[in-house]
């Protein structure tokens, strides 16, 4: 069955960098565009970046842009979310989703995994 | 602030029908299909309808989803006290390349 697991994430001061992991089984990964949504304390959820199948194309949401990179590592399953001059804002749980179809970057995600914590506090 | 339009609260006694409404723009959901989220406290998010009003596997027919112009709307019939929990709406939208989500509808059962 499908399974995705983030890892990473933790206690960490403002303007510092982590790198968030998720690893992906019980499916062909490089066949399927990727998400990281985060949900902050008490708001709702929040889509961050998406990385294309192939890996070949990556967006990100605004508030992001210039600070986290997507990327993929189809050998190992795994997705990454590096986040770097992190802010107190960035305080979320972050989860790593699939996009529901093959190939394609603008379905909606379909499996998630059970969310990762990083918080931003000095 | 979100980009898509929800209200922040719903409630109902059992067995009723409640229906969330979400407003967008041509950007998301007048250009694209309209996918609903469920978020139970404690769970990740599952996906409960997408193409406006298909239901992912599992999900009973007591919910559906339809979508006209920049808006689009969930209703839930025969509610139960499970079905507490926030529903969100999220559409792909065209100028961020990217889905865009609702701010999310608290769901109480009473």
């Known amino acids: 069955q499908v399974q995705l697991v983030e890892s990473g994430g933790g206690v960490v001061q403002p303007g510092t960098s982590l790198t968030l992991a998720c690893e992906a089984s019980?499916?062909?990964?490089?066949?399927?565009?990727m998400h990281w949504v985060r949900q902050a304390p008490g708001k709702g959820l929040e889509w961050v970046a998406l990385i294309s199948y192939d890996g070949t194309q990556r967006f990100y949401a605004d508030s992001v842009r210039g600070r986290f990179t997507i990327s993929r590592d189809d050998s190992k399953k795994t997705l990454s979310l590096q986040m770097t001059r992190l802010q107190l804002e960035d305080t979320a749980i972050y989860y790593c989703a699939r996009g529901m179809l093959l190939y394609s970057n603008s379905e909606p995600c379909d499996y998630w995994g059970p969310g990762n914590l990083v918080t931003v506090s000095s | 602030q979100s980009v898509l339009t929800q209200p922040p609260s719903a409630s109902g006694t059992p067995g009723q029908t409640v229906t969330i409404s979400c407003s967008g723009s041509h950007s998301n959901i007048g250009g694209n299909t309209v996918n609903w989220y469920q978020h139970l406290p404690g769970t990740a998010p599952k996906l409960l309808m997408y193409?406006?009003?298909l239901r992912t596997s599992g999900v009973p027919d007591r919910f559906s989803g339809s979508k006209s112009g920049n808006s689009a709307s969930l209703a839930i019939s025969g509610l139960q006290s499970g079905d507490e929990g926030d529903y969100y709406c999220?559409?792909?939208?065209?100028?961020?390349?990217?889905?865009?989500f609702g701010g999310g509808t608290k769901l109480t059962v009473l």
């Open positions: 019980g499916f062909t990964f490089s066949s399927y565009a």
């Open positions: 999220a559409a792909w939208d065209d100028g961020l390349n990217g889905p865009v």
């Open positions: 193409t406006n009003d």
